[in-house]
């Protein structure tokens, strides 16, 4: 007697012996199992291709020239936010960096006007 289930792009062929129906069941739940581990991988690997697609982060030379226009530490703070990329859209993650780029400008000059009004008083 011969079996055969078709995932969504695997077909499995497999005999099932009359007497071994433990066997059947095993075999069974090992289908199944493996089914649902190969839509899950199909599953994320559409998902990280929208996102790709989505984000524009296929075209590389763009991405190196606006990494070129940026300064140094510009470029280092979007390397550390690149992890948060996935929790929000483009519009919001560059609105985010953004904010933190003008934050740190900020500080700089923060920093700059202590360290000159501390010269003054010395």
């Not at 969504?8 to 062929?13: A, E, L």
């Not at 690997?45 to 190196?64: A, P």
């Not at 904010?99 to 009004?117: M, P, S, Y």
């Amino acid at each position: 007697m011969q079996v055969s289930w078709s995932l969504t792009w695997i077909n499995i062929h497999f005999y099932i012996w009359p007497r071994d129906e433990e066997q059947t069941l095993c075999n069974n739940k090992n289908l199944q199992v493996t089914e649902l581990i190969v839509c899950n991988r199909l599953d994320e690997r559409k998902r990280r291709k929208e996102f790709i697609l989505e984000r524009g982060l296929l075209d590389v030379k763009r991405q190196q020239e606006m990494d070129n226009r940026r300064s140094k530490e510009e470029r280092e703070l979007y390397q550390e936010a690149r992890v948060f990329l996935r929790y929000h859209s483009m519009e919001e993650h560059e609105a985010l960096l953004g904010g933190l780029n003008t934050e740190r400008k900020i500080r700089q000059h923060i920093a700059e006007l202590q360290v000159e009004t501390f010269e003054l008083w010395v």
